[in-house]
């Protein structure tokens, strides 16, 4: 009896009733229970592997592209906008020059003269508690 122990699983045996037969001791190189000329099990294709991988890289790639191209175009909308803002806000600050100008009194004094009309004279108060008229139609009080 050996002190060593191979941990290995022995490959499943067709026929045979699996003592004696005179099975040489399996080779380094080999697996138990095979022989010479088999072919070995081959490793998974890794060419799917990388064809995977590089296809998910050239997604990520185009999408970034497309992100960034979105991001772009939203740049420009807002740098549009905003030159728009300036524009209009420089409008509305004329138009409100514009309306202050027009309702200066002075301005609307000297139109209404032009027209035709003339400045009133000052108006008279009556009390009603007193029964007094005050104000005087020549004096301005």
Do not use: H, W
């Not at 697996?31 to 990520?60: E, M, Q, S, T, Y």
């Not at 906008?81 to 514009?98: C, I």
């Not at 209404?112 to 007193?130: R, T």
Request: hydrophobic share 40%.
């Amino acid at each position: 009896m050996s002190t060593r122990t191979d941990t290995r699983r022995a490959p499943a045996r067709k026929g045979g009733s699996g003592k004696g037969g005179g099975a040489a001791p399996a080779s380094p190189g080999r697996a138990p229970g095979r022989k010479a000329g088999a072919p070995r099990a081959r490793p998974a294709p890794r060419i799917p592997f990388v064809l995977l991988v590089l296809c998910l890289l050239g997604g990520a790639l185009v999408a970034l592209l497309v992100l960034r191209s979105v991001v772009a175009q939203e740049a420009f909308t807002i740098a549009s906008l905003q030159a728009e803002n300036r524009e209009l806000a420089y409008e509305e600050q004329q138009r409100r020059n514009t309306v202050a100008g027009l309702e200066a009194s002075e301005r609307i004094a000297e139109e209404a003269e032009a027209m035709g009309m003339e400045q009133g004279e000052a108006p008279l108060f009556l009390d009603p508690e007193n029964g007094e008229i005050t104000g005087s139609a020549g004096s301005g009080e």
